[in-house]
């Protein structure tokens, strides 16, 4: 089995605020993470050069024998094949930048601490494309056809458990059901793109699911929820309502009705009933989004986006959200607000009236969030917390005014 270790470089500040608490390659785009896909092209095991406060968390495992791959390059085949017949000393360059290489131990140490690596041939990638996650819209644009490629990876070899009496299918056959899912008086439409149910989730009766749709193992989609696709449900999500090309990395709940379309949102976070978003302006013109290192809101180039939620953030009831929204770590937002485009991290409040969202509060509702799940707030978890309150503290501008 290679060893594996994917590196961020600098597109991981424009990824903000999701990688706040992860490494780029952790992202879930399609039905699986970017370290997902290259473990099971590479047949490889991954681990992560990060950031020291992520490290504990996300440890790298060095190896005689190392092939370092860029955390943000989203794998094809052609990119796949290349990286796998790399000797020892070569390394794989797009644009100038490092892609892929293969190091030994003592090469790698090197690399590391941003020494001259000897002998280093690098080959730049001229006719093969690359793809990277280079900002926060590139998680929500352009991935349809990672559902189909990843349905493969998933289903290659595998037969679908049977597809239970009573489920209206429609389309093409690309529907897989592992042994163990729930499903009840639903209809699954693979004609726009595959349908992929894991163990333990359950589909109750009444939910229109029109594909590319994928659920991680543990998911619920609640009664006479309507999903129009791509839509991808990291582990143990909760949804209901509407959702219309949404991506949730894992652990978060929109259970009732209100309509997220175009949005991505992290792990352990909660939308009150009746939360919605927009996603088109009435002007039909772009979007802005908020860029962490312009520290200002961008054209975006896009017609349709709508929310970017991270970790542990929680909203109230009725709660509504702008075209082009970012809400940062660990924030609590209430009332039947229009909240601003750009929540920063460790925020508590609504409108224009805003508080910091204490650190230890935070800490406490991610354990008791976490416990329900049977999920342990780790000390690794605590320190990302204390790292990321103080990060973003110059981003919450209440607090210098106090001062």
């Known amino acids: 089995m290679k060893n594996l270790i994917f590196f961020d470089d600098a597109e991981r500040e424009h990824l903000l605020p999701l990688t706040y ?11 699986l993470t970017l370290r997902d896909k290259w473990e099971r092209e590479l047949e490889g095991k991954g681990s992560f ?5 992520l490290a504990q968390k996300f440890p790298i495992e060095i190896s005689n024998d190392n092939t370092v791959i860029n955390g943000s390059v989203v794998p094809n085949k052609r990119l796949v094949r290349l990286i796998s017949e790399l000797d020892f000393n070569e390394a794989l360059l797009y644009k ?6 293969r190091l030994n131990r003592s ?22 494309p690359v793809k990277r996650l280079a900002g926060l819209t590139d998680l929500i644009h352009d991935h349809q056809s990672e559902f189909e490629r990843d349905f493969e990876r998933l289903t290659d070899g595998r037969k679908s458990a049977p597809i239970p009496k009573g489920i209206q ?55 006479c929820t309507r999903i129009y696709g791509p839509v991808s449900l990291g582990p143990y999500c909760k949804v209901g309502g509407e959702l219309s090309n949404v991506t949730i990395v894992g652990y978060s709940n929109k259970t009732h009705d209100g309509f997220l379309g175009h949005s991505y949102l992290g792990e352990w976070c909660n939308l009150g009933a009746g939360t919605n978003n927009s996603n088109l302006k009435n002007t039909y ?69 805003w508080e910091t969202h204490e650190l230890e509060g935070a800490l406490r509702t991610a354990e008791a969030v976490m416990k329900r799940r049977a999920r342990k707030l ?19 501008p209440w607090e210098s005014e106090k001062s």
């Open 21 to 31: 608490s992860r490494p780029v390659c952790e992202l879930r785009f399609g039905m």
């Open 49 to 53: 050069i990060t950031r020291e406060y």
């Open 96 to 101: 100038e930048e490092l892609i892929a290489a």
């Open 107 to 128: 090469q790698f140490d090197k690399l590391k601490s941003n020494q001259p690596v000897d002998e280093l041939v690098g080959y730049e990638l001229t006719t093969t």
């Open 169 to 223: 299918t429609i389309g093409n056959g690309k529907i897989f059901l592992e042994k163990g899912a729930e499903l009840t008086n639903c209809s699954l439409n693979a004609s726009t793109g595959p349908i992929y149910i894991s163990q333990d989730c359950k589909i109750m009766e009444g939910a229109v699911i029109r594909g590319p749709f994928y659920a991680a193992r543990g998911g619920v989609v609640k009664m």
């Open 285 to 353: 013109s772009n979007v802005r989004l908020w860029n962490y290192p312009e520290k200002e809101a961008l054209d975006t180039g896009k017609l349709f986006c709508g929310l970017f939620m991270a970790d542990h953030t929680k909203c109230g009831i009725n709660t509504t959200f702008n075209t082009g929204t970012v809400v940062g770590f660990a924030s609590n937002m209430v009332g039947p607000f229009m909240h601003p485009r750009f929540v920063p991290s460790f925020s508590w409040g609504g409108a224009s009236s």
């Open 378 to 396: 780790t000390e690794s978890d605590r320190a990302i917390f204390e790292a990321v309150f103080q990060q973003s503290a110059p981003y919450r």
